[in-house]
């Protein structure tokens, strides 16, 4: 399962060092080459998002007290991915006159106030996307320690019945034993007769005993 993780890692590195040079050309050229760059990173930004899709159902499945290690990297992977994106829209649209004259106008004297703004607004995103983020890796952590507190009661619940697998047993030695404790008494009954008719018989021997040694005497 790592191997599978790393070989997207590598895969994504690629992609990333592709993006980011394809980013940086997209202010210097004319129209029409332009659009079909922009075309072609939104689309290798695409590839890179389920890319890190992947690696994260990857590392769902790796075992909690190995997977600290691999989040962190797709922490690492995520601010790098919000990186991009942020550079590719600003790339789109700096020193474009295309887009500068749709968003901005023609007006030179409210440009500037237009262009703060429109950085504000980037700005904006970019900080609520952080805390998207942000919100996502508590969840994704929420889940961790969710299924680590499954994992100690699945535990616990094996111990339980274990212990109650063992209760069972005993009982049911004991019953044995309670069963051939009474059939040793009733035996035991059936050949010397109850307690006080044992007894009895005793004493009525040696009564019989006395006189027999008696009219001896006489």
Avoid: C
């Amino acid at each position: 399962m790592s191997s599978d993780f790393e070989g997207y890692e590598q895969d994504f590195a690629v992609l990333t060092a592709e993006i980011t040079s394809k980013i940086s050309r997209v202010p210097r050229l004319p129209p029409d080459e332009k659009k079909q760059m922009v075309a072609n990173v939104e689309k290798q930004l695409e590839e890179a998002k389920e890319l890190l899709e992947q690696m994260d159902l990857e590392v769902r499945e790796i075992p909690p007290q190995s997977r600290g290690m691999y989040s962190n990297r797709m922490r690492s992977y995520k601010q790098e991915m919000g990186k991009l994106e942020t550079d590719f829209k600003r790339s789109r649209i700096a020193y474009s006159d295309e887009v500068r004259n749709e968003l901005l106008g023609d007006d030179g004297n409210s440009s500037e106030n237009q262009r703060a703004h429109l950085l504000d607004n980037t700005e904006r995103l970019e900080r609520s996307s952080r805390r998207l983020e942000a919100g996502y890796q508590i969840a994704v952590e929420t889940e961790q320690i969710g299924q680590e507190m499954l994992e100690n009661l699945s535990h616990d619940r094996e111990k339980i019945q274990r212990a109650r697998e063992r209760l069972r047993e005993t009982d049911a030695n004991l019953g044995k034993s309670s069963r051939i404790l009474t059939g040793m008494l009733r035996r035991a009954q059936g050949h010397w007769g109850s307690p006080a008719i044992t007894w009895q018989a005793v004493n009525q021997r040696r009564t019989q005993g006395r006189w027999s040694w008696l009219s001896e005497l006489m």
